[in-house]
């Protein structure tokens, strides 16, 4: 969020107004905490910005590389969908009567996985989350909420993944005689970063004696709204099985260690000091 704040994409006060779930406001937990900043956003202005992040994927480590360059950030689509069917009794409701919500959902959710791997690497898409209003055992679901996400690297594949989804949920809605809505509520192009900085760091890696491969980031980070606003990149070190967002994160000493140089002569030498 300050990131975003500070490249302009959202007001201040629009940041400071979010809640969370428990309906507290950015604003106040910060006060709460005594670190909300006197300072107005984007009064400091920086020269660039370069950020250590481990990977959140499986590749430097399958790979045994320990540096990742990355050159660029996926764009991402998120959307809220919902569902609605018909709510009818599971004993008295012959099959072939039903306007399931969950039966179409599911057949969404296929399909989705289907066109990701139809793009194989090039994208992504997952429907992450579903909510059946009133879920009993002996109810069929008649209105289910979701989410879902598509990310590729490429515009066009995104925008191809975009239409490909929407005309399959128009096809399972008519068939299945239920109401789907897919409405896309966020939306960040795919993020090249800057040349300069990319190849300093792979001059800063390779100094040091670091095994290395160019990556693009799949996860978004701030590096991704900073580089609307000036130079950019970032450096991934590798993660135990590629597992993040999760409990079981781990990354080594060693690893953190040569992100930290990599950094470290990085800057540096954006800085015009010569590093040893």
């Not at 959140?56 to 399958?62: I, K, R, V």
């Not at 009993?136 to 289910?144: F, K, L, M, Q, T």
């Not at 990310?151 to 929407?166: P, Q």
Request: proline content about 4%.
């Amino acid at each position: 969020m300050g990131s975003a704040a500070y490249a302009g994409l959202y007001s201040t006060q629009d940041i400071l107004a979010r809640q969370d779930v428990d309906g507290v406001t950015v604003g106040d937990a910060l006060d709460a905490i005594r670190y909300r900043g006197s300072e107005p956003v984007g009064a400091l202005k920086l020269g660039a910005f370069v950020e250590v992040h481990i990977e959140q994927g499986p590749l430097l480590e399958a790979e045994s590389k320990t540096i990742g360059v990355v050159d660029r950030g996926q764009g991402v689509i998120w959307y809220d969908g919902s569902i609605v069917g018909a709510s009818a009794h599971t004993g008295t409701t012959p099959m072939n009567h039903r306007r399931d919500a969950l039966a179409a959902l599911s057949e969404l959710v296929l399909s989705v996985e289907r066109i990701a791997l139809g793009y194989g690497p090039r994208a992504v898409g997952t429907i992450g989350e579903c909510r059946i209003a009133e879920p009993s055992r002996n109810v069929i679901a008649g209105d289910v909420r979701f989410t879902m996400e598509c990310r590729s690297a490429e515009i066009e594949v995104l925008d191809e993944f975009d239409r490909r989804t929407r005309k399959s949920a128009a096809d399972i809605a008519g068939r299945r005689q239920v109401g789907i809505e897919l409405e896309a509520i966020w939306r960040k192009d795919p993020t090249p970063f800057d040349p300069g900085i990319v190849d300093t760091i792979e001059a800063a890696a390779a100094r040091l004696g670091y095994s290395r491969r160019r990556i693009t980031s799949g996860a978004v980070h701030d590096a991704f709204n900073l580089a609307l606003v000036m130079p950019a990149g970032m450096i991934f070190v590798p993660c135990k099985d590629g597992i993040s967002h999760n409990e079981l994160e781990e990354v080594s000493q060693a690893h953190c260690t040569a992100g930290a140089n990599v950094l470290l002569h990085t800057v540096l030498s954006l800085a015009g000091v010569a590093s040893k």
